[in-house]
């Protein structure tokens, strides 16, 4: 029983690594033993991340774009020379985008649809292989999708910028990714693959940085643990689900939102 939330050795991929939530969850995995590839496009960000995170344990970046289905090859490629198995992918590089209704530009909703929905599903196709090779029936992989919050429920309407609440495509890609997750855990336990997602609600990150910044006080108050999260809140939960802890549990997803999801 005390090794339930062992994850010492095994070998984890975080999009989106490089900041906010990815970064979080990429040092909790490296503070208890994990080898950690982390992934963004931007070159510098990742490389500084991966520099500072390495001093806890084996972080490496690897800059890629997955937004395209070539990008998603070329990453699978680069993993493959370098690892003959995964054991957890984490599926949270995301993107979002706000504007009124009247304006929400077509480039806008694709953007954020191709980025939070498609790339996750490509990326579990294209690793399908490094995954099932780590996996057996006693220890499976992980699949993780971080979804929102706002996935679960839409924005409150109560917040005053309304570039801050209609971001209408991230909402929906963010509740099309709990069903997406439903639907590959379905396909995937035969191969003892398991999928869940975590539902984040407000943390610390460049997403986030504007709603903070304008609405900061209110989104703290109307939080029912009166708090924003933690990187060990987060990390906490993607722990336990890459971990002995969840092995009998797929096609669910955990709000970690400090109980905004259930008022």
Not at 88 to 106: D, K
Request: with cysteine; proline share 5%.
């Amino acid at each position: 029983m005390k090794n339930l939330f062992n994850i010492k050795g095994k070998i984890a991929i975080v999009t989106g690594g490089s900041r906010g939530i990815g970064e979080m969850i990429a040092k909790g995995y490296l503070e208890n033993g994990a080898k950690v590839y982390i992934t963004a496009r931007k070159v510098k960000a990742c490389v500084a991340t991966a520099e500072r995170l390495s001093k806890i344990g084996s972080c490496i970046p690897i800059i890629s774009d997955l937004a395209t289905l070539d990008g998603i090859e070329k990453f699978v490629e680069e993993i493959s020379r370098r690892e003959e198995k995964i054991d957890i992918l984490v599926n949270n590089a995301g993107a979002t985008w706000g504007a009124a209704l009247e304006e929400y530009p077509e480039d806008g909703w694709d953007k954020v649809m191709d980025i939070n929905l498609k790339s996750p599903f490509f990326l579990v196709q294209k690793l399908f292989p490094l995954l099932k090779k780590a996996a057996d029936i006693e220890n499976p992989s992980r699949v993780i999708n971080i979804s929102s919050v706002n996935g679960l429920c839409p924005p409150p309407v109560k917040v005053a910028s309304s570039q801050l609440l209609e971001t209408y495509a991230y909402s929906s890609s963010k509740a099309a990714m709990i069903m997406l997750t439903r639907h590959l855990a379905g396909r995937l336990t035969r191969d003892n693959i398991l999928v869940n997602a975590i539902a984040p609600g407000p943390f610390e990150s460049d997403m986030m940085a504007f709603a903070l910044r304008e609405s900061g006080s209110f989104i703290i108050e109307d939080n029912p643990r009166k708090r924003i999260g933690t990187p060990e809140d987060i990390a906490g939960v993607a722990i336990f689900l890459a971990s002995r802890a969840s092995a009998y549990m797929t096609g669910s997803c955990i709000p970690c939102d400090g109980g905004l999801s259930a008022v």
